[in-house]
């Protein structure tokens, strides 16, 4: 099962989560901070682990990230997404970025975040929508408070927790789930036919 770890992007608490031998760092914060990450990973532990940006930004303002981003050579990007269209737009996005700095075309992967509920009614659109598309994530929690509810087991959270793994398989890419369960949510996972997990950093 693949894990991969949500980390804050802050000098020490990267250097921990690199000791923690997990397949994927996923790094959040100000892109300033995050490409400084980036960099300061590649020379603690040069090709150990995959390094991937957490973005929550739009318009204008992912154009002005993703220019200080993409300069720092990420392995991928992990977008919230509501449809497929921002997978593809994102994805010619990055191909701009690549050929400005002589990076080879798809160098940049996507994981797709579900995060909201409008997201499970387009999963459709993300199969096949684009070859940088490497696996779709279901941030538990966040799918929680967008239904304003607390419990774990409520009907509709876990049927977009199986819709999201339904349509991982049927783009033929890994699901990951998010949670913060952390003592079972690799038994959780496995259960429900995600191939790995995220685990939020202490």
């Given at each position: 099962m693949l894990v991969h770890l949500l980390v804050p992007a802050e000098i020490?608490?990267?250097e921990n989560a690199l000791a923690r031998g997990a397949d994927a760092l996923w790094l959040a914060g100000r892109s300033s901070a995050v490409a400084d990450c980036l960099r300061a990973a590649r020379q603690l532990r040069p090709g150990r682990q995959k390094l991937?940006?957490?973005i929550e930004s739009r318009g204008e303002t992912i154009e002005q990230d993703l220019d200080e981003l993409i300069a720092a050579a990420p392995d991928g990007i992990v977008l919230p997404v509501s449809h497929g269209a921002e997978v593809e737009h994102l994805g010619v996005r990055l191909a701009v970025r690549e050929a400005e700095l002589g990076l080879e075309d798809g160098t940049t992967q996507i994981i797709g975040l579900i995060a909201a509920p409008a997201a499970i009614?387009?999963?459709r659109t993300l199969a096949a929508t684009?070859?940088?598309l490497v696996?779709?994530?279901f941030d538990a929690r966040a799918f929680a408070n967008a239904l304003d509810?607390?419990?774990g087991d409520s009907g509709p959270?876990?049927?977009a927790r199986h819709l999201t793994v339904l349509a991982a398989k049927a783009a033929g890419i890994p699901a990951l789930l998010i949670d913060d369960e952390t003592e079972s949510l690799a038994t959780t996972a496995k259960r429900d036919g995600f191939d790995g997990i995220v685990r939020?950093?202490?």
């Open positions: 020490p608490k990267l991937y940006v957490h009614f387009q999963l684009s070859r940088r696996a779709l994530s509810v607390s419990d959270l876990n049927l939020r950093a202490p």
